[in-house]
T-cell receptor, first 113, second 111 residues
Framework: DGGITQSPKYLFRKEGQNVTLSCEQN?????MYWYRQDPGQGLRLIYY???????QKGDIAEGYSVSREKKESFPLTVTSAQKNPTAFYLC????????????FGPGTRLLVL | SQQGEEDPQALSIQEGENATMNCSYK?????LQWYRQNSGRGLVHLIL?????REKHSGRLRVTLDTSKKSSSLLITASRAADTASYFC???????????FGKGTSLLVTP
């Protein structure tokens, strides 16, 4: 999992609750990403950030929000607007530039109570 | 959007056999990467092949790229039980520096 960490490993969300997933990297990477993975599926891009204080929506951004106040940190909030949040969430980082190798965290599994 | 598509979806072989997985993609690329994911874990980068390369080796891994057919293959030779995992190909996307991942090939290697 390299120098990128995610917490918690498991997270439970109640109806109507916002929850925040943490992602930290010490690889000095400018770019960071959030992906969602459903069982037996590939990764779908939620949000990405190519530099501090800037981020862009990915393919499935609805119901999610992010911030990028520090280079090392890219937290993801799953809001109550996300009606089907149960999934495995993966954070990654990379050097700047298209097609760079991405380094992934160990993931957070979000479950709805 | 998922540009890469792996084939087969699932593969079961015995230890010592070779495993071949294929990836097809739709648009032109700068490079193509292969990643591995053990169950319930994050992805780990295996190998990157650039669009001007045709073949690349890394240990027991061999990757080929055919840009005219928009396809790549990953060959794992002399497989081991520890190779059991899902394998994904990834290509450039039009979302900044993000990658497009396929749905993966699930490989099971039995002793």
């Amino acid at each position: 999992d390299g120098g990128i960490t995610q917490s918690p490993k498991y997270l439970f969300r109640k109806e109507g609750q916002n929850v925040t997933l943490s992602c930290e990297q010490n690889l000095n990477h400018d770019a960071m990403y959030w992906y969602r993975q459903d069982p037996g599926q590939g990764l779908r891009l939620i949000y990405y950030s190519q530099i501090v204080n800037d981020f862009q929506k990915g393919d499935i951004a609805e119901g999610y929000s992010v911030s990028r106040e520090k280079k090392e940190s890219f937290p993801l909030t799953v809001t109550s607007a996300q009606k089907n949040p149960t999934a495995f969430y993966l954070c990654a980082s990379s050097a700047s530039g298209p097609g760079e190798t991405q380094y992934f965290g160990p993931g957070t599994r979000l479950l709805v109570l | 959007s998922q540009q890469g598509e792996e084939d087969p979806q699932a593969l079961s072989i015995q230890e010592g056999e070779n495993a071949t997985m294929n990836c097809s993609y739709k648009t032109s690329i700068n490079n193509l990467q292969w990643y591995r994911q053990n169950s319930g874990r994050g992805l780990v980068h295996l190998i990157l092949i650039r669009s001007n390369e045709r073949e690349k080796h890394s240990g027991r891994l061999r990757v080929t790229l055919d840009t005219s057919k928009k396809s790549s293959s990953l060959l794992i030779t002399a497989s081991r039980a520890a190779d059991t995992a899902s394998y994904f190909c990834a290509t450039d996307s039009n979302s900044g520096y993000a990658l497009n991942f396929g749905k993966g090939t699930s490989l099971l290697v039995t002793p």
